[in-house]
Nanobody, 125 residues
């Protein structure tokens, strides 16, 4: 079971760090990703990492501002969000799959098997 938390209200230009914790699961294999969604809009890919590789993949709208990391115990994944903009306002979800997804599949939410409940991020202008 995944649990995402850490959302809240922040002013534009500020930072937040989201966390994704998994009970009975360690973030040491497979693929983990963050997506976001605004009500009425399509889900948007934010970031992903395949643990067998050493690089992260980011959506174009967050590249250079967001960073996906993991704690030493491999039980929690973080999404560090800097230089936040009002357009970053959304509910953020973490998702995992035991598979090492190919690059072209990372942005497809249908490829992930487990989802957290979402945490709301609101960026005021």
């Amino acid at each position: 079971q995944l649990q995402a938390f850490g959302g809240g209200l922040v002013q534009a230009g500020g930072s937040l760090r989201l966390s994704c914790a998994a009970s009975g699961h360690t973030f040491s294999s497979g693929t983990v990703a963050w997506f976001r969604q605004v009500a009425g809009n399509e889900r948007e890919f934010v970031a992903a990492r395949r643990w067998m590789f050493s690089t992260n993949v980011y959506g174009d709208s967050v590249k250079g501002r967001f960073s996906l990391t993991r704690d030493v115990a491999e039980t929690t994944v973080f999404l560090q969000m800097n230089s936040l903009k009002p357009e970053d306002t959304a509910t953020y979800y973490c998702a995992v799959t035991a598979r090492n997804l190919i690059m072209s599949a990372l942005r497809d939410g249908e490829r992930y098997d487990y989802w957290g409940q979402g945490t709301l991020v609101t960026v005021s202008s």
